[in-house]
């Protein structure tokens, strides 16, 4: 049975939707929360929940003793050229931070082991194991608003084996875009591949829009959530421009969603994928943080019209991935142990973060 949406969430997404259409233009002021509280017959709370999922998705900003305004711009071309500016290098978690509990995994490991038995030693579909693909496919319709079946999802051993994928697919003639700075395992796969990446230099909230203008690739690799070194989110307004610039000619955007299950919103972070209507957007992602470095698997997920032009040019390749680890994967899944560990870390942050904020007020003193 499908969950009923939490009402802020539905409150949130009819206020985002009415901003990406133009109803409420850049820089209008959006009514006071007491005001929509009252009209829709909602908590004061709700309504502020509303609101801060806008201001953490880049839909709107808080202005002191004024107001909620609309900061999104409409992608009926691209934004203001942003200089770029120096930011301090991300630095990743140690491998043991956040652990995934070793005693769920275990006990799936043997769970997998007793039910399957024999058949483990099979050798797995090409894409992937269906019931992989299966689970992956629900998974992200609850979390990360995807909607895509399970013929949609490849698996495989590592992102970088599924960039050699994309290259393959689209083609070695093409110029790939890519963010810089950016994990330098994105562009060494790319030249291993034989294609020339265009480096477009980074901005405060995401590639620099004269260099998106001006860059001769066609296809756009971006990891919009926390871009690694900088630590960078790209904000709403520029994932639209991002789409923007897909919408025209023959053109590709590689989403790269690294990590973005432990964001501190209270939903899960927007992805260009979902907010696509043009199904040239190829997301990835990859349990190698949210369970261990260990478990070198990820998946991609195709755009359908993407899925004949997969099985035609890469569809032989054997999936890289052990059968026995395809389905512990699927029982994490299937069992809530996977989502139950995100939501665990998700609020731990959430906690930490409200803790560093009442300890900052309470130490600082005027000058």
């Known amino acids: ?12 997404e009819l206020l985002r ?28 709370i709700t309504v502020e929940h509303s609101y801060e999922l806008l201001c ?10 004024s107001g909620y305004y609309v900061c999104y711009r409409r992608s009926d071309g691209f934004a203001a050229v942003e200089p770029a500016s120096p930011r301090r290098p991300l630095v990743m978690p140690s491998p043991g931070e956040d652990a995934f509990p070793f005693s769920a995994l275990a006990r799936s490991m043997r769970r997998v082991l007793t039910d399957y038995g024999e058949t483990l030693l099979e050798k797995s579909p090409n894409c992937g194991c269906d019931e992989l693909r299966r689970a992956l496919s629900g998974y992200l319709s609850r979390n990360r608003g995807i909607q895509a079946d399970a013929r949609q999802i490849i698996i495989g051993s590592g992102s970088e084996y599924l960039y050699g ?10 110029v790939f875009a890519i963010e810089d700075p950016s994990y330098e395992k994105i562009e060494r796969v790319y030249q291993a591949k034989g294609v020339v990446c265009d480096p477009l230099p980074l901005g405060s909230d995401g590639i620099i829009s004269s260099a998106l203008a001006g860059t001769k690739g066609s296809v756009l690799h971006i ?5 690694y070194p900088t630590g960078v989110t790209a904000s709403a307004s520029k994932r639209a421009e991002y789409l923007y610039w897909a919408s025209e000619g023959d053109r590709f955007i590689v989403e790269d969603d690294f ?40 998946y991609m997920v195709l755009p359908p019209r993407m899925v004949p032009l ?52 309470a130490t600082d003193t005027p000058d």
């Open 259 to 298: 990590e973005s299950e432990f964001s501190m919103l209270r939903k899960p972070e927007e992805t260009v994928f979902s907010r696509s209507a043009s199904q040239n957007v190829i997301y990835l992602n990859t349990f190698t943080r949210t369970i261990s470095p260990a478990i070198r698997v990820s």
């Open 1 to 12: 049975m499908r969950q009923e949406k939490p009402e802020y969430l539905k409150l949130y």
């Open 56 to 65: 953490q998705e880049g839909y709107a900003e808080a202005r002191p003793r």
């Open 165 to 174: 994928l994309v290259v393959e697919m689209l083609g070695r003639e093409r």
């Open 310 to 361: 997969f099985d035609e040019r890469v569809g032989f390749y054997s999936c890289t991935v052990p059968t026995f680890e395809q389905y512990v994967l699927t029982d994490l899944i299937r069992s809530g142990d996977f989502e139950r560990h995100i939501n665990r870390i998700r609020r731990r942050m959430r906690k930490q973060a409200r803790g560093t904020v009442i300890f900052r007020a």
């Open 223 to 227: 990891t919009p959530f926390r871009s």
């Open 17 to 44: 939707d009415e901003i990406i259409q133009g109803a409420w233009p850049y820089g209008a002021r959006l009514p006071s929360r007491r005001q929509i509280a009252v009209d829709r017959g909602l908590s004061a």
